[in-house]
């Protein structure tokens, strides 16, 4: 795993972006993993300037989104749908029919998430995954206990991410208690894993995730089974990680030729 500690906010988006334009460079029609929430905010906006500045096209790409929420409609302003829709599909000018959210309103949900699962392989598989992870150690929907070998399915929603969607919604009557969402095991299939993390709420789960132990309970240890998983946090993020200082003299002198991406 590649830990990158940097000053900003602004400076984890701007790296992050610059590692997804570089697979998109490589490969038009790479697939893309895509997370809603704050988090991945940063790498959005970067990827925006870059699209508009002629640096990357994603106009052949294609994207799965993680998870989506069960018991709202398609249109509702919050439905991971309509988050991916604005958020990413319009401002990076990707084809609307490339990118996919679990169908949470699906009148069998098991047989929408096997379905779903099954497209992102016969898609080839995600090359790169964005994630963020929730102060519980989520990503995805994954909450804790998830199985590292889970695939697309449903879970219910626990009180702490309830809470902490409520903020997207009028009140946390109103935020879904189940959702759909990529499993562990289907994540841990992507080419590469970048999870971004801003902020002190997140320096637990940050820590947990890259320095505690393998444990379901912290679903963001699932990284440490991936051969290729890169985590950018900003100062904030980072202020639990123990290795601080290895991490950051690593980056800070990391030869051209040991870059991998
Ligand atoms: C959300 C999403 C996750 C996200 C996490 C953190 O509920 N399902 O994909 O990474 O929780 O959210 P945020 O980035 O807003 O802190």
Known sequence: MEVIILPTPDEVGRVAAAKIAAVVRKKPSAVIGLATGSSPRGIYADLRRRVEAGEVSFAEAHGFALDEYIGIPLEHPES????????????????????????????????????????????GGVDVQVLGIGTNGHIGFNEPTSSFASRTRIKTLAPSTREANARFFDSIDDVPTHCMTQGLGTILEAGMLLLVAQGSLKADAVAAAVEGPLSSFVPGSALQLHEHAIVVVDEAAAADLQLSSYYRSTYENKPEWQHVA
């Open 80 to 123: 991971y749908a309509s988050v991916i829709d604005r958020d990413v599909v319009k401002p990076l000018g990707f084809a609307s029919d490339r990118v996919h959210v679990p169908n949470g309103r699906a009148a069998i949900p098991a047989v929408a998430a096997n379905e779903y699962d099954t497209a992102i392989r016969l898609a």
